[in-house]
């Protein structure tokens, strides 16, 4: 009976998570895998987490917030980090993000000490105080804000990075192949075990993760001017520039 119960919630959840992909396009674009038995696991692994009393995060109804707020159809930039943070409450679904708290972790107080270091006025959003640390205002322009691992357990990094795999290696190669000049930033060395799945008709940048400069008390990210080359590179592909 309890085995029965959880199949049923897996499927509920599962099916309300696809919906939430939907108005996006990323419901279509993801369908093949979305339909598998390996994101079938992935919810499985997520219930029985909780059901065992270890709590994740972000909640599952942020899980796909990063897609929701940057639509298939708009996506220009792929930003890949590491692990949500793994504070209760903190992780909002968009990588690096801070909305939940309005409180800025340390990864992004770097980022956006970076971004005021090297990038110049004309190519930063005028946004102030908390509406700086929710980036929905990156996934708007085209920015898809991603973690390695789409949760973690609380309090503990890197714990659901070989779960989320498959899943990620399947988005990667949906987009190497469907996608053409998207440019990738892959921040930190867990991201950029990735760079095998990306062709040479897109452009991959690297730099190291904020986190490092944190954990290793740095005053300043060395971001390796990624979000300047970033626009840079929007620029030969004759699109937009992104608003940071």
Known sequence: MYENKEKTDTKQIK????????????????RAHLRSSEFESIIDFLVNENQEGRR???????????????PLDKIKVVIIGQD???????????AFSCSNTNKAEASLRYMLRAIEDTVALEDRDPVENEERLDLVRWSHQGVLMLNSALTTEVSKIGKHVDTWKPFMEYLLDMLNFQQTGLVWALMGKQAQQYEAFI??????????????????????????????????????YKKEKILW
Request: hydrophobic share 40%; proline share 8%.
């Open 84 to 94: 949500p943070y793994p504070q209760p409450l903190v992780a909002d679904g968009i």
């Open 15 to 30: 099916d309300k998570l696809i919906g939430k992909l939907v108005d996006s396009g990323w419901a279509s674009f993801l």
């Open 199 to 236: 062709g040479d008709h897109h452009t991959v940048l690297k730099s190291t993760h904020p986190a490092y400069a944190a954990y290793q008390k740095q005053f300043n990210w060395d971001c390796n001017d990624i979000f300047n080359k970033i626009n840079l590179q929007l620029v030969d």
């Open 56 to 70: 994740f995060t972000p909640p599952l109804k942020q899980l796909f917030r990063a897609f929701e707020e940057c």
